[in-house]
């Protein structure tokens, strides 16, 4: 079997494809070794979580955000604040901005 | 429904503490040490109820582990084996008609064999597994 030599080593489809066909056999064997007597559509076929119910795939699921729960735990008071602020109406946001913009343009000509 | 093999290989065992005060669970572990050395019979204690033949349930049924008590059972391969380790739960015992708890362990489980004592030693811990399993053989299997 000759490969095409990549510079990085060798691709060959056949190889591969046996390869794949092999580990496809193995887990196949392993699969008819296993028992098939469970009672399907029972608490057999569902995970063991120590006894507890097992919960909606969607509350299982781990989303973006636990990823930096740690800051926005941090930062709890900051956002409770920040988020209160978020209205979602446009003509708040103007006013924030007119307003904070008022209060720097007095500063800067207190400041000259 | 004959056994399967794996009843007569290996008989993996898992312990459930359905309200117990630990008394009977450090005998059961002691059944593990190398005094008793269980493994030696190809008993020994598994992680999950899908790969265990027999269940161990200690101490009476609290409300908590009521509706764990009947996952855990149900998620059990068949055919299965509960032996029930210590007084409390095969009667109640100390807590017989506490306010928390629901029963002992045969009012909510099929029971195959019971293990008094408060604990009972690991001699008997082995014992009841075995009998269970024997009665499991004698009677054709049927829970």
Partial sequence: MNGIDTGFGVWNPIAWTLLFAGALVIAWVFRVLGRSDYKRGSEQTKAFLSGNEE?????LH???DHLYWGLVDGLAGYYRRIRAVHTGVLSDYVAWFVGVLGVVLIILALVR | ?????????ALWVFHVATGSCNGCDIEIVAALTPRYDT??????LTGTPRHADVLLVTGPVTRPMLPRLKRIYEQTPDPKAVV?????GATGGVFYES??????????????AYVPGGPPRPEAVIDGVVKAVAALETAGVSK
Avoid: Q, T
Avoid at chain 2, 39 to 44: A, K, L, P, Q, S
Avoid at chain 2, 99 to 112: I, K, Q, R, T
């Fill in chain 1, 55 to 59: 919960p909606e795939p969607e509350k």
């Fill in chain 1, 62 to 64: 781990v989303r973006g």
């Fill in chain 2, 1 to 9: 429904m004959a056994l399967p093999r794996s009843f007569k290989r």
């Fill in chain 2, 39 to 44: 493994e030696r019979f190809g008993i020994m």
């Fill in chain 2, 84 to 88: 029930v380790v210590g007084g409390c």
């Fill in chain 2, 99 to 112: 306010y928390n708890v629901v029963g002992p362990v045969d009012e909510v489980v099929p029971v195959a």
